[in-house]
């Protein structure tokens, strides 16, 4: 098992720029989730899913986009970055109660300029 | 949704048990704690978790107050390795599993 696998590790966006977080598990997670980081600060949830076609909004949705079109797949969109959305994004995975230990990503690291 | 409460920072020498506390007053019946850490740059781990008993795994140990009030975290035998930030969590009481997560206490092993 690859576990929680987000690409790009690294990307660099010029303000106005849109762009796709991607995430993928292999774990048959119906739980998974979005998190972002800013610098010396905890996590705060973007979005969630929990299944395939249902998304709902955390704590900090505003300026994102999210989809759930399949139980592996839950991409992030960004559409007209801006330098506030700067930060270290996590995408997480858990099983079917929710209730459960969240699996994480290596993370993606975004910068705006 | 209630709240975590811990300390900022911690030392700790290697090879010696690092506890770790977190007061949550405003728990409610049905919410677990969840301990996760998460070292410079990677993702959170996932640590234990515990409704109202102590549990044990293989990475820590969990005592959890009688009256939820408050829970610490116990690495045994703490190794440069756990030089982390510890997040204490109270899970929400919806069913949709999603943890927030504060700041967290950084935990710093001495050699």
């Known amino acids: 098992n690859a576990g929680v696998t987000q690409t790009p590790k690294f990307r660099i966006l010029k303000i106005g720029q849109s762009m796709t977080l991607q995430c993928t598990q292999d774990?048959?997670?119906?739980?998974m989730y979005w998190y972002r980081q800013d610098p010396g600060m905890g996590l705060k949830l973007i979005y969630y899913?929990?299944?395939?076609?249902?998304?709902d909004k955390g704590e900090v949705p505003n300026g994102y986009n999210v989809s759930r079109s399949t139980t592996e797949d839950f991409p992030l969109r960004l559409e007209l970055a801006a330098p506030s959305q700067t930060s270290v994004y996590f995408c997480?995975?858990?099983?079917?109660?929710?209730?459960?230990?969240?699996?994480f990503g290596s993370g993606t690291q975004l910068s705006v300029l | 949704d209630a709240k975590t409460t811990q300390p900022p920072s911690m030392d700790c020498a290697e090879g010696r048990a690092a506890n770790l506390p977190c007061n949550h007053s405003?728990?409610?019946?049905?919410?677990?704690v969840y301990w996760y850490r998460q070292i410079h740059s990677q993702g959170p781990q996932y640590i234990i978790h515990?409704?109202?008993n102590n549990e044990t795994n293989e990475m820590a140990s969990l005592i959890i107050t009688e009256d939820r009030k408050s829970s610490t975290l116990i690495l045994p035998h703490a190794t440069l390795r756990d030089t982390a930030v510890y997040y204490c969590?109270?899970?929400?009481?919806?069913?949709?599993?999603?943890?927030?997560f504060g700041q967290g206490t950084t935990l710093q092993v001495k050699p």
């Open positions: 997480a995975s858990s099983l079917s109660t929710g209730n459960e230990k969240l699996f």
């Open positions: 969590i109270v899970a929400p009481s919806s069913n949709t599993g999603k943890l927030i």
């Open positions: 515990g409704l109202k």
């Open positions: 405003t728990i409610s019946g049905n919410e677990y």
């Open positions: 774990m048959n997670h119906n739980y």
């Open positions: 899913s929990v299944g395939a076609g249902i998304t």
